[in-house]
């Protein structure tokens, strides 16, 4: 049990800050805005905030950081002069193991290569006071939910996909790592408003269809933008009859539609999830105060009055999806997947199928996917694909061994990666990848960008529940229906697979030998946190210069990118992960995935100070030694993907100024304010198009920058010829205040001081 305390803190907060929140705004509150009104950091400053407008200050309940992102967070929680994080928080080991031969093999390996940074990690959790979940203990969101999320509870993590947490009834949210010392360092932690959408939940899931294939209609219906700047709030008969992990399922997903977060009411699925892993006391104490944790019953009785969007699914009818190839809201049925993989040219051999992540690693997935992998033994099916499974925690990889799931895998050829981000992330060495090959993968995870598993930009990855995806798996072909299609077996026989079966929770409970936390420290002024000045992993941080106060002038370009520029494009994964604690480093792989408007490649840009082409990070060094400020242009929903924060980090530590574009996702551009960047866009999507190769740009008004002022752009082209442009931005007094500083975290240190 964590946060015991805590969480009847909380609670006994609930219902005088509802009422009065509920007496000012004058109407009924959906749940989202009963945890966002409690949260306020004043709570006696309770307003009528408008949405998708009004920045307000909140303080969440804990941070969640995993290791790839804990590194920056917590290099720069070090320059903030607290000796001891404010509220509860921890740092999950899960990014840097490569899945590669087996769960085991591959955490040795980890553990011997990573060694340098799990143990900085480790020494600065226990200075700090923060909690530390070693190398396989599990992916960062399945152990949150086992052991920290609570209904109505806040929280913020360095991972897009803490939002995971709304399974349990929380509004969770992904932040960078500039945000997390905010908060860490008790601080207001800054949110605009969000818009709300509903999505209203009728009948029931049945035969073939999961959780995973509500949030994959959504996706379909929504595109990877359509939830920015908002909370998406399931409710209704269906959202009660599906269990806590598949509400989790959902709301992790939630971030590949750009969702703030999504949540759903208390209910008793949640009561029995807690009561599952050893929290029977939360459940008691949400039980006593269920009304509040719940939207008020007209909320949902007239739901076009209180959301900004609705929208209903009918359960009775919902079909397995398929969402991909390259992005994760281009979603097909099952039944049309054949003709339109037909009319795309995809290519519909399956190599590999692959289950688990934070996504999709519960006792229900893994037993439902079990019940298939059975059913293939059975009926003397050979497994056409390759087939893997990543669970979640060490206590659902314990648990699921002890109840023989492993075993039955284990029969048809499946491999058991370590519990941890593995093939999701990038890391995964596939072998053969490297031949850039055009081929297909099935997956259970979140994301399917372009090289996102495996490096390979030919791979076609599909997103489908875990059922699904073992099916598919073992009839090998993306054209299978298992509602329709039949197979042969061994025997020359044709066998139709059964709809998959599973339990919700594990009937003899969940067990663990060692679920992998270490406490830190009641004292950690006597540890001491080493960084080799050599090393290549590790960098201390130096403070970013503060604005000069005057206007930029004579900027140079350094890229216009084109299309699709997620944070992966900016920031890779993949084996940059061992150089995420090293600022200068991972700088080297700065916009080597973001596409050349004026070539279509990537990581081939102009130098102008020589003529000729160059990657992108040596074209940038080689301005920022001639001591040229630059610019980056971009396209639509600009940072779209992970939370990392090194998207951000990288072109201010390079000498970037300012990133315009035509719109952002929500953390890339509050993680471009954090650090102290100007995050622009273009007043006229049109003005895109004007820029060209060899601009000279000039800010002519930036010294008066306030906030509602657009600024003026001068673009200066090659010939001689000028235009003027208008550039909008979000930026509020107290950000500006950041942007002056140099960054937020040296205002903090200044107000430390």
């Known amino acids: 049990m964590f946060d015991l305390d805590l969480i009847k803190k909380t609670y006994e907060n609930f219902g005088p800050r509802i009422y009065k929140a509920r007496e000012i705004l004058k109407k009924p509150l959906t749940l989202s805005e009963k945890i ?44 903030s002069g607290k000796s001891r994080t404010a509220v509860p928080s921890t740092v999950h080991c899960d990014h840097l193991i490569q899945a590669s031969v087996g769960g085991r093999t591959d955490l040795k390996f980890a553990l011997e290569s990573n060694k340098e940074v799990f143990n900085f990690l480790e020494s600065v959790s226990n200075k700090y006071g923060i909690g530390f979940w070693k190398p396989g203990a599990g992916i960062i969101h399945q152990v949150v939910l086992e052991n920290y999320a609570f209904p109505g509870g806040m929280m913020i993590g360095t991972d897009s996909h803490t939002v995971n947490a ?30 709300l959408i509903g999505v209203k939940l009728t009948g029931k899931l049945n035969g073939w269809t999961a959780p995973k294939d509500i949030i994959l209609k959504v996706a379909g219906i929504l595109t990877v933008k359509g939830g920015t700047g908002a909370i998406i709030e399931y409710f209704g008969e269906g959202a009660e009859s599906l269990s806590a992990t598949g509400k989790g399922t959902i709301c992790n997903m939630g971030a590949e539609v750009g969702a703030t977060t999504s949540t759903f009411g208390y209910d008793q699925s949640m009561e029995r999830y807690l009561r ?24 949902y009785a007239h739901p076009e009055k209180y959301f900004d969007q609705l929208i209903e699914i009918n359960l009775d009818e919902l079909e397995p999806h398929l969402n991909g190839p390259f992005t994760p809201d281009l979603a097909t049925p099952i039944s049309q997947v054949a003709k339109v993989a037909k009319e795309n040219g995809w290519p519909t051999k399956i190599e590999v199928g692959l289950i688990g992540s934070c996504t999709n690693s519960s006792y229900e997935d893994i037993s439902r996917a079990a019940s298939l992998a059975q059913q293939a033994v059975d009926k003397k099916l050979k497994t056409k694909s390759e087939f893997t499974i990543t669970p979640g925690s060490e206590q659902v990889r314990f648990t699921i061994e002890r109840d023989g799931f492993i075993d039955i895998f284990n029969k ?29 993968i099935v997956h259970s995870f979140n994301r399917n960008f372009s090289k996102r598993a495996d490096g390979n930009p030919n791979t076609h990855a599909f997103v489908a529940s875990p059922e699904l995806v073992t099916a598919l798996a073992i009839a090998g072909d993306l054209t299978f229906n298992p509602l329709t299609d039949k197979l042969v077996n061994q025997e020359g026989k044709e066998v139709q697979l059964d709809p998959p079966t599973g339990e919700e929770l594990p009937n003899k409970g969940f067990a663990v030998e060692d679920a992998g936390y270490q406490a830190p420290a009641q004292d950690g002024s006597s540890v001491d946190v080493i960084v080799s000045p050599d090393s290549e992993r590790l960098q201390l941080l130096n403070a970013f210069e503060p604005w000069n106060g005057q206007n930029l002038n004579g900027a140079k370009l350094l890229i216009k990118a084109q299309g699709k520029c997620t944070t992966d494009h900016i920031s890779m994964a993949g084996p940059w992960l061992r150089f995420r604690g090293h600022l ?65 980090m990288e072109p201010r530590h390079l000498g970037v100024k300012a990133v315009i574009v035509k719109s952002f996702a929500r953390i890339h551009e509050t993680n471009l304010k954090k650090q102290g960047m100007l995050g622009l866009t273009f007043a006229n999507e049109a003005d895109y198009d004007k820029i060209q190769e060899d601009d000279t740009f000039n800010f002519i008004d930036l010294a008066d920058f306030a906030p509602e002022k657009s600024l003026q752009l001068e673009l200066v082209h090659a010939d001689g010829s000028k235009e003027i442009i208008e550039l909008n931005h979000t930026y509020n007094a107290q950000q500006i205040e950041w942007y002056k500083a140099g960054s937020a975290l040296n205002l903090i240190k200044q107000q430390n001081n």
């Open 166 to 195: 709304g399974g349990l009834g929380m509004v969770a949210i992904g932040v960078g790592g500039a945000d997390a010392v905010d908060v860490m360092a008790g601080m207001p932690w800054e949110l605009k408003f969000p818009k």
């Open 412 to 440: 048809i050829g499946a491999s058991v990666f370590a519990n941890a981000c593995g093939p999701c992330i990038g890391q995964w060495n596939r072998p053969g990848a490297e031949k850039g090959e055009k081929n297909t």
């Open 36 to 79: 966002l009104y409690t949260h306020l950091f004043n709570p006696e400053e309770v307003a009528d905030f408008k949405r998708g407008v009004d920045y307000v200050d909140f303080a969440p309940d804990r941070v969640a950081m995993q290791d790839a992102t804990a590194q920056m967070a917590l290099l720069q929680f070090m320059n």
């Open 276 to 299: 599952a892993t050893g929290r029977a006391e939360v459940a008691d104490q949400a039980n006593g105060i269920k009304e509040h944790l719940t939207a008020d019953a007209d909320v």
């Open 584 to 648: 200068n480093n991972i700088s080297n792989n700065m916009l080597i995935g973001a596409v050349n408007a004026f070539n279509g490649e990537s990581n081939k840009v102009k130098n102008q100070l020589n003529g000729g082409y160059d990657e992108v990070p040596k074209v940038q060094r080689a301005y920022k030694a001639a001591n040229i400020p630059t610019v980056v242009i971009g396209d639509h929903n600009y940072g779209e993907g992970s939370s990392r924060e090194h998207a951000a």
